[in-house]
């Protein structure tokens, strides 16, 4: 029978391959795969060793260039002052095994992060239960930011964690949308979490370590690239129950985070805008080609990433008029009464109706009794209401 070790013992097996994989951190940038597949037949220490020139065991993918790259690299890396860096910046970082690493971001395989530099105090793990994805255009358009904002506000009233990128346009309003309404947002990062980018959103990127979480896979002190966001997004698509894209243009990042969702059996979800508009186009065709699910608030958004039975939109419908609950032969014979003054007698409305002059005789007197009609001598005519 195994027996669990005592903490001091475990976290003593823990740091050396907390330690390891910060060094693999700086190694290779996000997602490497062919890192990931040496992962999963060796420890994060043995892999450092092997790096560093001891035996490198039969890879067919580590080829002599990625190695040497792998080399040139550790050179640099200090892995105790990456890991003082984001403990001074009140941050700390978790590794798969910890009981705070979200075993959702397991699907990606190969390509799951190394590790995650992760600033704030909640719980990682935890948050991403109930979280959803609020991601589109960087330039955004007012009716966009309006609607991300509103969006994010409903899912943190409701309890949901919203999750997003921290950049410009659609990601800031969905950030600033959950802060307001007092809920939890995480912020996914291109860079390390103690890199404000971009630095017009350095007092969101604080207010986002403060009251919910920041994290990267990327050590203390990088700065994003291109690649980088879009490596980003696979992380933003995995951690999540869903993804949301509220603006896109047809080649924007946002959608290879809808893709990256839809391919990991997550929900994807898109907000509709106007037809004219070029930042809508992307979710639009990403609606039409049937990978993502239209809605229109957070009720709509939680019935289909929330629990079967208890997060039901309520039904829409158009306000229910008192004509509307009328018999057909009711409506059929009021449908038939002129809007004129004279009105019109019963023989009339027989032709009209196609009903026999005795069941609109009978159908007036109904009506007559509901508000809708009178008799003016031998004619019918509609009451007039102020």
Do not use: K
């Not at 009178?374 to 509609?382: P, T, Y």
């Amino acid at each position: 029978m195994n027996h669990p070790q005592p903490p001091s013992q475990s976290a003593s097996r823990t740091e050396p391959e907390r330690c390891a994989r910060a060094v693999l951190s700086r190694l290779s940038e996000p997602g490497d795969a062919v890192l990931g597949r040496w992962l999963s037949q060796l420890d994060a220490a043995d892999v450092v060793q092997a790096i560093r020139g001891g035996p490198v065991p039969d890879h067919p993918e580590l080829d002599a260039g990625r190695l040497a790259g792998y080399r040139a690299r550790l050179a640099d890396v200090d892995p105790a002052d990456d890991l003082e860096r984001v403990r001074v910046a009140g941050g700390r970082f978790i590794i798969p095994g910890d009981m705070e690493w979200p075993s959702q971001l397991d699907d990606l395989g190969d390509g799951r992060p190394i590790g995650l530099w992760v600033a704030g105090t909640g719980s990682l793990r935890l948050l991403a239960l109930r979280s959803v994805a609020v991601v589109g255009s960087r330039a955004c358009t007012a009716y966009g930011a309006y609607v991300a904002g509103e969006l994010s506000a409903q899912l943190a009233e409701r309890g949901w964690v919203v999750v997003s990128g921290a950049a410009y346009g659609i990601d800031a309003s969905a950030h600033r949308g959950a802060l307001a309404a007092g809920g939890m947002t995480m912020g996914v990062l291109a860079c390390g979490v103690d890199v404000a980018y971009p630095r017009g959103n350095a007092e969101l990127i604080r207010r986002i370590a403060a009251q919910g979480l920041l994290l990267s896979e990327l050590p203390p002190g990088e700065h994003p690239n291109r690649f980088r966001f879009v490596l980003r997004n696979r992380v933003i698509a995995a951690l999540t129950r869903g993804t949301v894209v509220v603006e896109a243009a047809m080649r924007s990042g946002a959608l290879s985070t809808a893709r990256r969702a839809r391919d990991l059996n997550r929900y994807t979800m898109g907000v509709a805008g106007p037809v004219t508009s070029e930042l809508s186009a992307g979710v639009h065709a990403l609606i039409r080609s049937g990978g993502a699910t239209l809605v229109t608030d957070a009720a709509e958004v939680a019935e289909l990433i929330g629990a079967i039975g208890d997060d039901l939109a309520p039904q829409r419908s158009g306000p229910v008029l008192p004509r509307d609950l009328l018999e057909p032969a009711v409506a059929q014979v009021l449908e038939a009464v002129p809007a004129t003054a004279e009105g019109a007698p019963v023989e009339r409305l027989a032709r009209q109706s196609g009903l026999s002059p005795d069941e609109v005789l009978q159908r007036l007197y109904e009506l007559g009794s509901l508000g809708y009609v009178e008799r003016h001598g031998a004619h019918w005519r509609l009451v007039r209401r102020r």
